[in-house]
């Protein structure tokens, strides 16, 4: 620098301060630190005078040290100012242009407005300006820490190596079956590992259900459905000849039933946020999100293998580009939907950020979904408990910003990608066809357009021109209504320059830092080989799906387990990280995930082994015998929204089995952008009679039954249901239009299958609640009956009290 | 006592919070009600000033310039073409053009022994301007009305989080035994629309309960499935039906929590049953009050008759009630884009019942402890749109005003710049407001938490701070 020191003269100031030490601030007689290096510090006397007192009164409040350091950025030393915080160096001396601290004191667009409580007066800000010009000389020393804690106290999290040891990401153990006492009570294997820990902890199990209480039970389980009166009799009178061959062909039943890929398909959905509108900001109508929807069920009635369940979501449009057969490219771009059905606010105008903001999503619903763990929050900083980094964070993040999942970004309203579908050989080239004459007629029209326009002005009024375009026109016309629209897919594609991206310091999308490399986190130990021009979703895809990886494996077999029981061997299914659960059976959820490859990691064999167990089929433990979370019994469960609503429907001989297809009534025929697409959502009457899988799931406008019965939040990933006790499933279930309707249609039903007033009693419970009434419930009822009389209504009413009873909400 | 805490993951059982609570079901069932299953861990955290609070929403951004924020350089720079940063065009493209000077559409004047300015845009909120704390200073998040509704309701613009009113639900608990505790009256379903009064990841009973919808008159608007389709002798016998098979199943399986909660919740139903239409009902009140409020088949009728029922259901015990002022389309209400006389028309509809509300809650000495909240999602330029004759969305700076609850009366904090644009003077961030209502209500924003996906999430995010000079 080659200002000299002759003008400075606040050395006894200089002198009194501790090189490094935290400055007390006192406008007007500041003390300064200053490094203890060799050459002098040279200050400028402005600095002094002006500088510091006004950094004291309106900066350091939070740009110093022991406050939060806001935005990174330390203004109490010159290293402070020179490395910069977040956003880079807050000064370039010389260049008061070029630096951000000028630029935001001066409010200028695109930089931070600071100090945020109030501008400082212009000259205050000339002072500055002219300080930063001169070269922005400041005595002060002291280092930055080079790692600044986020927050104060903030627990750091484990690191990679130690995260290799965590018992979910460890690989798998090959434990053996252990063995018990009494081998007699065991079915499958994974009763010995249960009742060993019962036989060690001194507690026994309870004895097998009811049939009449198993067959509910399973029938709810695999189909989301209540077995019928006849189906639960001659499940009951096999069960009494040959209980364990009367389990195995129910289950068998029930897995061939389409209703099978409704039921755990629907636990699925839940998973990918599954809705058919955007809802957020201005809701936009995915009319075409049912194909996934679809896609899902058939897949799970296939019983595709784990790793062709779990690759087509996320690189779908990437399988399609390879295969050949036009059934496997529809079905695996439909099924690269999953990567675009978030709640996306296309609205939002700050372009860049809307594109991480998808990104980001995205990768919270593949580590909720897949792995069990809130990546989400290595967006803005390293994980506070789970071995995860921002860095780790970034590398995911660079596959997702490598894949195009909008349309037309910049618009004011943006739209999420569509890819055509293959159509039937004859179909196509029919359409072909008339896309090329439609191309040759469109060319035509232009000409002859410019050719009127460019006619001498008092020509006459039909000249060949005019007539030619009349017929054009008409044609246009004919040939735009001769197919239907051509089907389209939610679908993803690679970027044609994927690459690596920046991690965003804080989460701040224009706060770029160091590019990190596209990959697995370090925790994983698993480095994908991103061919060059790809954006590596594939191979993140294939590790996910893979039976080598441990975590995912872990976490889909604690899925089943825990949709079947009630209650995962790692409660929070959703959360396999250090603030989650650990499992209450380490060994018996490792030999699962075993198990689960042996059977060709099919999701059927799997359930088909817990469902057959002793475990599985224990009867629900009495109030008084505590849950240990060992299953010395089963869980009495709730049934969810879906399996109430279908349940009444099917008691009352109206629901509609059909499988598959576009449910939402006027969605057809919509442009998803229109806002008549919104028109239908909020406009929408739910009065179809299919299964629940089926009723439009749109984001902003639900289904009250779905509202008061705890569905699934459909704006978020979520691997289990709630299960609340409110008054307005009470007023629901006593004054709902659907729920009168529906018991009226029961009461009629029974009525007419049964002739005597106590068949009738006993066909409703029956029905209703899968069993006889007891002798308390036949009392009250018979109580009603002769106060009431027996006409049409009093049935209703008789139906409707069982409906709003306990028994008709749990699942024993 | 419960912990605010429950595991990431799922509530399989009730079973395993009873064992916590260490009280029997009728507690439990009494909360599943409407408090809820987890309550605050120690009650309120600060000081209470206020005990519950009412929320205008006026949908689609109020003009600051024209009602509560004066700027005499828009009338002496009119139609002057001057380098605004239009903040739309900066995030679209980094560039902003020059926007033309737009005056005021309505007079300011000094209003009641305080002063304050108000236009006539509103005039008979000016004749409250001594029981009001205008804020002329706040800024929010979101340029377009669904980020930045998103963004008022629940602090944030994507990310999905719970609304406010279901953070003070879950917070506060009820007051009362036969309503619930947030109630929505004629929300819309635009611009977020249940998520603005929804839970997100809080458990589902401290959701708001919507009272009818945008786009329903007020007149027909009603908790849902209140009414009974069946009356006289047979729906009594029914109700002892039900009675019975309860009794039977409760005696089945004895000491069944659960159970019994569902049982108590359906008691609690019947009472819903028949307190609440008396609520709604206001059959009671006298023809000066309807008259204040506007009630008169009017243009002020149908916000008067919501107004109204604000303060009958405050009055029943329910902690939060949000009014809103809106429609269903993309652009609410108060979106005056390319006409900016038409706030007018806004003005004529709640103008009355506004200051009537205030008005009513004072005489009958509400107001000390109820917080009245008015406001929109952001306010909008002072530029003309396009060189055209509406103002475009500003979320830089913009006014609100608080009125009772403890807030500083006939008082302006804070201040835009010379034309009303940005912020600048003691300015408060949307997450301020937030933190600040919380404070009045008794809560403090950084420990108000509920730990979701691996960490505790607050109304404020990493954000917030209490603006203590609103207080009196």
């Known amino acids: 620098m080659a200002v000299t020191g002759a003008w400075w003269s606040g050395s006894a100031t200089v002198a009194g301060a501790i090189a490094g030490g935290v400055l007390s601030l006192f406008p007007g007689s500041f003390p300064l630190a200053f490094a203890a290096e060799s050459e002098p510090a040279v200050v400028d006397p402005g600095f002094t005078e002006s500088i510091a007192p006004l950094l004291a009164a309106r900066c350091l409040g939070c740009h110093a040290a022991d406050e939060e350091i806001s935005g990174g950025l330390r203004l109490d030393l010159r290293d402070g100012w020179a490395q910069g915080g977040d956003s880079g160096p807050a000064i370039v001396p010389g260049e008061p242009e070029q630096s951000l601290l000028v630029r935001a004191i001066r409010w200028e667009a695109g930089a931070p407005q600071m100090p945020p409580d109030g501008k400082l007066a212009p000259e205050e800000i000339e002072l500055v300006e002219a300080w930063v010009r001169r070269g922005a000389h400041d005595p002060r020393g002291g280092s930055v820490d080079p790692r600044p804690r986020l927050l104060p106290g903030q627990a750091e999290g484990m690191t990679a190596a130690e995260g290799r040891r965590f018992w979910s990401v460890a690989p798998l153990a090959d434990p053996t079956t252990p063995d018990v006492a009494d081998p007699t009570w065991n079915r499958t294997p994974i009763d010995r590992f249960i009742r060993a820990r019962l036989d060690a902890a001194g507690v026994r199990p309870q004895a097998e259900a009811a049939p009449e209480v198993l067959v509910r039970r399973i029938s709810e389980d695999l189909i989301g459905l209540p077995p019928t009166p006849e189906e639960s009799d001659a499940f009951v009178a096999q069960h009494a000849r040959d209980a364990d061959g009367a389990v195995a062909d129910l289950v068998d039943h029930l897995l061939a039933d389409p209703a099978f890929g409704e039921r755990f398909g629907r636990h699925w959905l839940d998973l990918a946020r599954f809705a058919e509108s955007s809802g957020g900001g201005r809701t936009l109508l995915f009319k075409d999100a049912w194909r996934y929807r679809d896609w899902v069920i058939a897949a799970v009635n296939a019983d595709l293998p784990y790793d062709r369940f779990v690759v087509p979501q996320l690189a779908g449009d990437l399988l399609a580009a390879e295969a050949t057969d036009p059934a496997a490219v529809g079905a695996d771009l439909v099924a690269s939907g999953f990567l675009a059905l978030g709640p996306t606010n296309y609205e939002e105008q700050e372009k860049a950020q809307l594109r991480f903001d998808i990104i980001d999503e995205q990768l919270e619903t593949i580590g909720r ?30 596959i997702f910003a490598s894949t195009r999942t909008l349309f037309n970004e910049t618009d004011n309203v943006a739209r999420w990608m569509t890819r055509p579908l ?51 026109e008409a044609e246009l016309g004919r040939l735009g209504g001769e ?79 825990g949709w079947l029981l009630g209650r995962g061997i790692v409660p929070t299914v959703d959360n396999f990280g250090a603030s989650g659960e650990p499992p209450s059976h380490p060994e018996l959820l490792d030999w699962l995930a075993r198990r689960f490859a042996e059977q060709g990691s099919r999701l059927k064999p799997l359930v088909r082994e817990i469902v057959l167990s002793r475990t599985y089929r224990q009867a629900v433990a009495p109030p008084s015998e505590p849950d240990r979370g060992l299953w010395s019994g089963a869980l009495r469960r709730r049934l969810d929204a879906e399996q109430i609503r279908d349940g009444l429907l099917a008691a009352a001989g109206r629901l509609d089995r059909t499988v598959g297809g576009l449910s939402i009534v006027g969605a057809g025929e919509i442009d998803a952008n229109d806002t008549a697409a919104q028109t239908i959502e909020y406009g929408y009457v739910f009065d179809d009679v299919r299964r629940s899988v089926y009723t439009p799931a749109f984001r902003n406008r639900r289904p009250v039954l779905f509202e008061a019965f705890d569905f699934a939040d459909i704006n978020a990933s979520s691997g289990g249901r709630q299960a609340s006790t409110v008054a307005v499933q009470a007023l629901f279930l006593a004054n709902d239009p659907f729920v009168v309707e529906a018991c009226r249609a029961v009461a009629a039903r029974v009525r007419a299958e049964a002739v005597r007033d106590d068949e009738r009693l006993d066909r409703a419970f029956r029905l209703l609640v899968g069993r006889q009434p007891s002798a308390g419930e036949r009392s009250a009822a018979v109580d009603f009956l002769v106060r009431a009389g027996s006409e049409p209504e009093a049935w209703a009413v008789l139906c409707q009290s069982i409906v709003s009873s306990p028994d008709f909400r749990f699942l024993d | 006592m419960f912990s ?36 605050a861990a120690s009650g309120p955290h600060l000081p209470r000033r206020a005990k519950r609070m009412i929320f205008l929403f006026m949908a689609g951004g109020v003009s600051q310039v024209d009602s509560f924020d004066p700027k005499p350089r828009l009338t002496t720079e009119d139609g002057k073409q001057m380098p605004f940063g239009d903040l739309r065009s900066l995030a679209k493209t980094g560039k902003s053009p020059p926007q033309r000077v737009m005056k005021p559409l309505w007079k300011f004047s000094r209003r009641g022994e305080s002063g304050l300015w108000v236009s006539d845009l509103f005039p008979e909120i000016a004749g409250i301007a001594d029981d009001l ?47 619930p505790g947030f109630v929505s009256l004629s929300p819309s379903l635009g611009n977020g629309g249940p998520r603005n009064h929804g839970t997100a990841f809080l458990p589902p009973i401290h959701q708001g309960t919507p009272i009818g919808r945008a786009g329903l008159p007020a007149r027909e608007s009603g908790i849902r499935n209140l009414v009974s389709p069946r009356g006289g002798p047979l729906a009594a016998a029914g109700r002892g039906l039900l009675a019975g098979i309860g009794a039977a199943q409760a005696a089945a399986r004895p000491g069944d929590a659960e159970l019994e909660a569902v049982i108590a919740a359906g008691e609690l139903a019947a009472r819903m049953e028949s307190v609440a239409p008396g609520v709604l009902d206001p059959a009671g009140e006298t023809a000066e009050t309807l008259a204040l409020y506007g009630i008169d088949g009017g243009p002020a009728d149908n916000f008067g008759r919501q107004c109204l029922l604000a303060r009958r259901l405050c009055e029943a015990g329910v902690r939060f009630v949000q009014v809103n002022y809106t429609d269903n389309s993309n652009n609410p209400a108060w979106d005056q884009h390319s006409d900016m006389p038409k706030h007018a028309l806004h003005a004529r509809a709640t103008d009355r019942p506004v200051a009537a509300l205030v008005r009513d809650l004072k005489r009958r ?41 403890g807030f500083r009366a006939g008082h302006a904090h804070g201040a835009t710049d010379d034309f009303g644009h940005h912020a600048v003077v003691d300015r408060v961030h949307m997450h301020d407001l937030h933190a600040t209502l919380l404070a009045a209500l008794g809560l403090d924003h950084t420990r108000l938490t509920f730990r979701h996906a691996g960490r505790d999430h607050r109304l404020t995010d990493v954000a917030g701070r209490v603006e203590g000079r609103l207080f009196a």
């Open chain 1, 422 to 472: 293959p159509e039937p050989a004859e179909i196509a080239s029919r359409r072909a066809v008339i896309d090329a004459r439609v191309a040759l007629l469109t060319a035509e029209r232009t000409k002859v357009k410019k050719e009127i326009a460019d006619a001498p002005s008092g020509a006459a009024t039909a000249t060949p021109a005019m007539e030619r375009l009349v017929e054009i």
């Open chain 1, 483 to 561: 197919l239907p629209p051509r089907p389209t897919a939610m679908a993803v594609e690679d970027h044609t320059t994927p690459g690596d991206t920046a991690i965003r310091v804080r989460g701040v999308e224009k706060n770029r830092g160091r590019v990190v490399p596209r990959g697995l986190p370090e925790v994983f130990a698993t480095h994908l080989a991103i061919p060059a021009g790809s954006s590596g979703r594939m191979e993140l895809a294939a590790w996910i799906g893979s039976a080598e990886s441990a975590l995912p494996r872990r976490v889909i077999v604690n899925r089943v387990w």
């Open chain 2, 133 to 179: 704390c205008v804020v002329r200073s706040l800024h929010t998040e979101g340029i377009a009305h669904g980020p930045a509704t998103l963004f008022l309701h629940c602090g944030a613009t994507t990310a999905v989080r719970p609304s406010l009113g279901a953070w003070l639900d879950y917070g506060l608990g009820t007051e009362n035994t036969d309503l």
């Open chain 2, 4 to 39: 605010t805490i429950v595991p990431a993951g799922i509530t399989w059982s009730r079973r395993a919070a009873l064992a916590r609570a260490g009280c029997g079901f009728g507690a439990v069932a009494w909360a599943g009600l409407h408090a809820g299953t987890a309550p």
């Open chain 2, 365 to 405: 000495g509400l107001l000390d402890d109820t917080i009245v909240w008015w406001g929109s999602e952001f306010g909008r330029t002072p530029y003309a749109q396009e060189n055209g004759t509406g103002r475009d969305h500003n979320p830089a700076g913009f006014s609100v005003w608080l009125a009772g609850g």
């Open chain 1, 369 to 398: 979904t897949f792995l069990g763990l809130s990546i989400g929050c290595c967006r803005c900083h390293d994980h506070p408990s789970d071995p995860l980094s921002q860095a780790d964070y970034y590398g995911l993040a660079g």
